[in-house]
């Protein structure tokens, strides 16, 4: 079950991260000091402490719900906003993307060993490089293609249609590797199905649109899987206006899988955004079946608001990772353990912490099966 995200839970979890980061800047800072290292255990153990009532706040808030049916909206708003960025998740991002660094580093106590030397440069390096990746998350919100349909709204003009938020689909596709015989992979493939409607609220006689998550840059951000998950939970059902950017041809001409940005703008003033394939989008758009239709500048509709992230199924595995991370530390922090086996000791929890970050960030997409329906089919071949 999803959780609201609540004042009492977004003051935990932002304190436990900062004690996290007190605890990196100690070690860094202090980085010949002698064993024990009472100044780095406090502020870990104090982030330890806030981690748990941050689970206890969000097992406590409301549960998320579905939004309230809102009367049929004849106009279409100018302004659409944007995804919001989420600065706990990119301030947890780069503590677990320097965790093995840390890690390392607090055990070596600039002894200068050759090994912990070698682990931290590599780490180090290793670190650097991702938080680029991690920068994606401060700067790519919306796709380049959201961009010009989110443009195109302010500037008063869209292709739009009435459509009605149904089923909220895992698709799982079999294809065929082409690395050898019998040899085949499976795909999940996140959609909403939005089946259009009339004027009047009733179903039309229209093939159902496949409203997919947005895409995401480099190293595959999946902002759209999540943002496309919480529309999942609240609205299922409601009815609202699929737009396509005017500038959709440009959108196709260029776009190698030739999809089409789209956004579904709810009676109730939410904005999801997503994409459309070619042949979803081809009925509508080249067949004129969706007209250009004027957006009123006196409306708008903004995204829903984030849930909280943590879903016990899923995430209670990520918590052991990073209890198990933390005891591993306290010999070599507390100076009980020799300094080689103080190094594995810090390369291990440095890893191991790694892995609980990992799995906690990753996301929200998969993680609560009662939102999706599930789907199978396969390429021509297996049929």
Same mark, same amino acid.
């Given at each position: ?5 609540? &004042? ?7 304190? @436990? ?41 969000? *097992? ?5 719900? /579905? ?5 049929? *909206? ?10 919001r960025r989420d ?7 780069? &503590? ?65 249609? *009435? ?30 199905e939005l089946l ?23 190293? /595959? ?79 708008? @509709?903004?995204? &829903? ?43 291990? @929890? ?12 990753s996301g929200a ?5 009662? &939102?999706?329906?599930? /789907? ?8």
């Amino acid at each position: 079950m999803r959780h609201r995200s609540t &004042l009492l839970s977004k003051a935990f979890g932002a304190a @436990a991260l900062a004690s996290t980061a007190v605890a990196y800047g100690t070690a860094l800072v202090r980085g010949n000091a002698d064993a024990p290292r009472w100044d780095v255990l406090v502020p870990l153990t104090v982030g330890a402490l806030l981690a748990g009532c941050w689970v206890l706040a969000v *097992r406590a808030a409301p549960p998320v719900v /579905r939004q309230p049916v809102a009367p049929a *909206r004849a106009q279409i708003p100018a302004t659409l906003g944007a995804i919001r960025r989420d600065w706990r998740h990119i301030t947890m991002a780069y &503590l677990v993307i320097w965790a093995p660094f840390f890690a390392g580093a607090a055990a070596q106590r600039g002894s200068g060993s050759t090994l912990g030397g070698i682990w931290c440069s590599l780490t180090a390096f290793f670190a650097i490089v991702l938080s680029f990746y991690v920068l994606a998350l401060v700067t790519t919100q919306l796709g380049p293609g959201q961009k010009i349909l989110r443009a195109d709204a302010a500037a008063g003009r869209v292709h739009a249609v *009435r459509a009605r938020f149904g089923d909220a689909v895992r698709e799982q596709y079999r294809r065929p590797t082409g690395t050898g015989v019998g040899s085949i992979s499976t795909v999940d493939f996140y959609y909403a199905e939005l089946l259009p409607e009339g004027e009047d609220g009733v179903r039309a006689v229209r093939p159902t649109v496949r409203f997919a998550a947005m895409s995401g840059d480099s190293f /595959r951000i999946n902002l759209g899987d999540k943002h496309l998950s919480r529309a999942a939970a609240e609205l299922v059902g409601h009815s609202g206006w699929l737009c396509w950017p005017t500038r959709w041809k440009d959108l196709a001409g260029t776009d190698k899988q030739r999809r089409v940005a789209a956004a579904f703008v709810t009676d109730t003033g939410h904005v999801v955004w997503g994409h459309t394939r070619e042949d979803d989008w081809t009925t509508w758009l080249r067949g004129e079946i969706a007209p250009v239709r004027e957006t009123d500048p006196t409306l708008s @509709a903004q995204v &829903l608001p984030s849930p909280s992230r943590f879903l016990p199924a899923a995430h209670g595995v990520s918590l052991l990772y990073a209890a198990a991370a933390a005891v591993l530390a306290v010999p070599y922090l507390v100076g009980a353990a020799p300094f080689g086996v103080g190094i594995g000791l810090g390369v291990a @929890a440095g890893v191991v912490g790694f892995i609980a970050g990992g799995r906690m960030s990753s996301g929200a997409k998969g993680l609560d099966p009662a &939102l999706w329906t599930v /789907r199978q089919e396969s390429h021509s071949s297996l049929q």
